[in-house]
């Protein structure tokens, strides 16, 4: 079992900066791959970023590339995402989640892949 607990949501202006946190307890957080997905209300739970066990390959939804960093610290047990140049499309609510695998596969792009998720963190982000 993994339990992961987000933090760091809040509201926000258009053009600003927010970083989520996610600290993991449990299984061996070092051996998983970790995701970033978030869901508008109404709408289906939409991939955001992903990283590999190492830290070293990451992927992004287009919608976020070169506006969001995600980062992990293994030593912590945590996987963070810097969000800069925030708009308003990216209200939603933000999980973490986590993989089985430590690896990142094409799969890793949709929620089906993630075993294990955490409560989710609000951000609202105003014109």
């Known amino acids: 079992q993994v339990q992961l607990v987000e933090s760091g949501g809040g509201l926000v202006q258009a053009g600003d900066s927010l970083t989520l946190s996610c600290a993991a307890s449990g299984r061996t957080f070092s051996s998983s791959a970790m995701g970033w997905f978030r869901q508008a209300p109404g709408q289906e739970r939409e991939f955001v970023a992903a990283?590999?066990?190492?830290?070293?390959?990451?992927y992004y939804a287009d919608s976020v590339k070169g506006r969001f960093t995600i980062f992990r610290d293994n030593a912590k047990s945590t996987v963070s995402l810097q969000m800069n140049s925030l708009k308003p499309e990216d209200t939603a609510v933000y999980y973490c989640?986590?993989?089985?695998?430590?690896?990142?596969?094409?799969?890793?792009?949709?929620?089906?892949?993630?075993?294990?998720w955490g409560q989710g963190t609000q951000v609202t982000v105003s014109s």
């Open positions: 990283i590999g066990w190492r830290g070293d390959i990451t």
């Open positions: 989640a986590a993989d089985r695998s430590p690896y990142l596969r094409s799969s890793s792009y949709y929620p089906a892949e993630y075993d294990y």
